[in-house]
């Protein structure tokens, strides 16, 4: 049970330049989480996606958009990446259920030049 | 709206010593609460959790309780250690926000030996 895996580790891009942040969970979980971590302002949510087949916008869209491919996977991507989107990501997935807490992957840490 | 408030940081201990970290909210209906931790250069991590008034969770030495009448959920540890150091953040989830975390900002607790 790997739980929540992200890939890549870390990545540098050049300004314009596109990518795709890649999420996968084995645990069954129905929603999925986009955040990103900039150092002193905590987590932004940047997209969720509540159940397979659907996605939301949360605080932070612009510039990004996301694939709930299926049950298990939750994509990012960067259409054209701007030094502003230097940032720590992190996916998340959530259970059903009232009262469940969210599980979080290990991180992109994504530099933009 | 839905919000979080932690002391800010960073927090610097000795070891053993006893440790608050203030953590308030404000929320429509009834939240859930949680305190998570992410240790550097790591994803986060459920440290706990309380879904009701007058609850208490607990782990690993650390505690909070559910204080309906403050709105508050402060994290507290009797005799703190050098591996405690780490960030810890407050989080709510609200059913009318589809259960998506509303975090504070995160307090850096660095315990001294």
């Known amino acids: 049970n790997a739980g929540v895996t992200q890939t890549p580790k870390f990545q540098v891009l050049k300004t314009g330049q596109s990518m795709t942040l890649q999420c996968a969970q084995d645990?069954?979980?129905?929603?999925m989480y986009w955040y990103r971590q900039d150092p002193g302002m905590g987590l932004r949510l940047i997209y969720y996606?509540?159940?397979?087949?659907?996605?939301d916008k949360g605080e932070v869209p612009n510039g990004y958009n996301v694939s709930r491919l299926n049950k298990r996977e939750f994509s990012l991507r960067l259409e054209s990446a701007a030094p502003s989107q230097t940032s720590v990501y992190f996916c998340?997935?959530?259970?059903?259920?009232?009262?469940?807490?969210?599980?979080f992957g290990p991180g992109t840490r994504l530099t933009v030049l | 709206g839905n919000s979080v408030t932690q002391m800010e940081g960073p927090v610097t201990l000795s070891e053993e010593a006893f440790l608050t970290i203030n953590c308030t909210y404000t929320?429509?209906?009834?939240?859930?609460l949680f305190w998570y931790v992410q240790y550097p250069g790591e994803g986060l991590q459920l440290l706990l959790k309380?879904?009701?008034a007058d609850d208490k969770g607990s782990n690993k030495g650390f505690e909070a309780t559910y204080r309906k009448e403050t709105t508050s959920f402060h994290l507290e540890k009797g005799s703190v250690q050098v591996s405690d150091s780490a960030v810890y953040f407050c989080?709510?989830?609200?059913?009318?926000?589809?259960?998506?975390?509303?975090w504070g900002a995160g307090t850096k607790l660095i315990i001294k030996p």
């Open positions: 998340a997935s959530r259970p059903l259920g009232n009262y469940n807490e969210q599980f």
């Open positions: 645990m069954n979980h129905n929603s």
């Open positions: 996606s509540a159940s397979e087949g659907t996605t």
């Open positions: 929320a429509t209906g009834y939240p859930s």
């Open positions: 309380a879904t009701k």
């Open positions: 989080a709510l989830s609200v059913m009318d926000s589809n259960y998506q975390l509303i």
